[in-house]
Structures are given as structure tokens and as C-alpha cells.
């Protein structure tokens, strides 16, 4: 039994590489770049590409893919969110509006929209409408309206979430982000505060992690769009 098991994962000797994660959880390994050594990321990117035909990465460097480009066609990198990729063409589908409560937050929207694109869904920016100013926010109620779950990224007191919790009928997926003053402390005041949102429908992923909100995020906008029914 064990030997079958062990079929499922290819072993590289340093990394074990799940290409049966797709069928048992709905979409593949994606790679998380940082603290990797080269050699180890090159053949991790060649495992996944060649069972898949398509692979997502993030956080990686300029330097990952300067060594990754030569090895790799067609590979994509936004140095912005730290996503590198090659990916097929997909049909997006349904709609994940994603906000940012400053400008200073894009970085890691931009790691949650673009995993939600690499994954087939279409995604809404709604940047900087943050609670400083509230009637930006307030002045996107179509678009949210629209959308079929929404992620509030915030830094400082992260209270985008709580607003946007009480203008949709949606879940929420609220992001901390490290933006903001000494007493944030690197996003654990935004990270508190959204725990405690008084907003009903409101979720949270760690601090930063743009990418959980984006996985999470594909998961409810397809679940929106074809229910239970699909495999």
C-alpha cells in the first residue's frame, strides 16, 4: 500500500513533488520561491512544468528568474507580487473583486489577484479605498455587488474589512499587510484587528499572504459558479 501511495509524489531527494495534489484538492502544487537554492528550484520548476504544463511560483526573486529564464520557456515574472510563472490560456470565470485599503498594499494584491487569474478567475481591482477616505469604497457598491467573494487587503488598523463586511452579502477574505507605523507592529495591529471585526462573513489569512487570500478566494468563486458539481 505504502508503494502506491508513494506514486502519487515524484522524489527528487530534496523535495517530494505532490502531482497528485490537483485531483485530491482541485488545483496543483504551486512552489513557494523564497530561501530555495538554485538547484533545487530549477528542478522543482522542470517537475512541475513537465506534469502539469503550466507552473506558478511565488515570492521569487529577479535573481530566481534570471536563473530560471534560460532553463524555461515562456516564463512570465512580476517583481512587483513576486510571481513567476508559465501558465496556459484559460477562459476566467465569475468574479473576485479585490481592494486595497492604500497604494502601498498592491504588492501583496497583486500576489493574491494573480494567483486567482493563474487558477481561471476573473478578478476586480479596486485599489486604494481605504477608510481615510470612505467614500472611495462607497463609491464602488456596484462593482462589489457584482463580485462573488471580495479580499480586503489593509495595513495600519486594517479596518477596510469590517467596512467592506457591511456593504456586501459575500465572504470576505481580509489580508494584514506589515504597512504602517511603529505601533503596528509589522501588521499584528491589522492582523488583531481584523480577528476582532465586529463584520459578520469575514475570514482571515496571515499577515502578508496574499497568495492564501488568492487560493482561498478561487475556491468560493468557484464554488459560486458551478456549486458542488465541479471534479
Known amino acids: 500500500m505504502e508503494n502506491q501511495r508513494n506514486e502519487k509524489y515524484e522524489d527528487l531527494g530534496f ?3 505532490d502531482h497528485d495534489r490537483k485531483q485530491r484538492s482541485g488545483e496543483a502544487e504551486v512552489v513557494f520561491c523564497q530561501g530555495k537554492a538554485d538547484e ?7 517537475s512541475i512544468l513537465e506534469k502539469n504544463g503550466e507552473v506558478l511560483g511565488t ?3 529577479k535573481h530566481q528568474y534570471e536563473l530560471l529564464k534560460d532553463e524555461i520557456d515562456y516564463l512570465e515574472y512580476d517583481e512587483l507580487s513576486g510571481i513567476l510563472k508559465v501558465e496556459k490560456k484559460k477562459e476566467l470565470i465569475g468574479n473576485i473583486a479585490i481592494c486595497t485599503g492604500g497604494t502601498a498594499d498592491i504588492k501583496v494584491a497583486e500576489e493574491a489577484a494573480q494567483t486567482a487569474e493563474f487558477f481561471g478567475n476573473k478578478v476586480d481591482r479596486i485599489y486604494d479605498v481605504g477608510v481615510a477616505g470612505i467614500h472611495r ?3 464602488q457598491q456596484g462593482r462589489l455587488d457584482r463580485a462573488n467573494v471580495v479580499v480586503a487587503i489593509a ?3 486594517g479596518a477596510l474589512a469590517t467596512v467592506v463586511a457591511g456593504l456586501v452579502k459575500v465572504p470576505v477574505i481580509a489580508v494584514p499587510t506589515s504597512v504602517g507605523y511603529g505601533a503596528s507592529f509589522e501588521g499584528l495591529a491589522a492582523l488583531l484587528s481584523m480577528i476582532n471585526s465586529c463584520g459578520n462573513g469575514v475570514s482571515v489569512v496571515n499577515i502578508d499572504n496574499g497568495y492564501g487570500a488568492g487560493y482561498i478566494s478561487n475556491q468560493i468563486n468557484k464554488l459560486a459558479v458551478f456549486g458542488n458539481s465541479e471534479k
Not at 533545487?40 to 522542470?46: E, T
Open 15 to 17: 523535495a517530494k513533488i
Open 40 to 46: 533545487f528550484l530549477v528542478k522543482i520548476y522542470k
Open 59 to 61: 515570492r521569487a526573486s
Open 137 to 139: 469604497i462607497l463609491s
Open 155 to 157: 495595513g495600519m488598523e
